[in-house]
């Protein structure tokens, strides 16, 4: 009897054409959708289940804690995890990825700043204000530098902060852009401020023969400029006073560039 099944070629047999089902094309199937990049785009909870053991908020803290102690390098995922009392690979499940961890540090420790509701309308105060809470913040936690400038923040606190800087500069009158400029000077002044401080404790013989190499560079003729600027500097000031210094001229800048929009 000749048979009913379909030919090796796929071709229906001398009965007609078979009615068993084939197999779906690949490019048919659904494919689930990419998981978003940034750890602000995806859900803390997803689907049903227990309660989870820990959250987003306690992950960061302990990932602090030992950055605070050790520095950035030694909060990995496997001791954040050990600190939790939690397995690493679990760890995972809460936070995806590494980088992904170093964002949740940081929007946490941006979280620290005591924003005020409005600002009191003194630009030059406020920002006076804003810019001795942040140099506190970033003694307290020294690694934070070295995270802002390979990921800026832009969670949920670091929004909040933008808002307010920009709150504190509307008077200036300065467009939206301008103001955002502004705030990435302030802002990389305080970082850079805050890494030669921590340069400068951690390297007592590398400051003391850097000084030496630069006044005999000023002395050597070589440099007219560098040896004006060495001759009236003066001793060494109070690093406080240095700070006050800079940050005035800062904020100077930014109320000038206003004046003259």
Known sequence: MPSSKPSPSGKPGPSGPSNEPRPSSPSARPTPPEAPELIWLRPERTGRGPRPAHSRESIAAAAIAIADAEGLDAASMRRVAAALGAGTMSLYNYVPKKEHL??????????????PAEPSGDVRADLTRLAHEQLAILRRHPWVPAVVLARPGIGPNALRYTDHFLAVTAPTGLDGAARMEAMSLFNGFLTQYAQYEQTAAAGAKWQAELVGYLTQAATSGEYPHLAQAFATSGPPADPDRTFDRVLERVISAVLASAAGH
């Open 102 to 115: 170093l964002d949740l540090m940081l929007d946490a420790v941006i979280g620290e700043y005591r924003l």
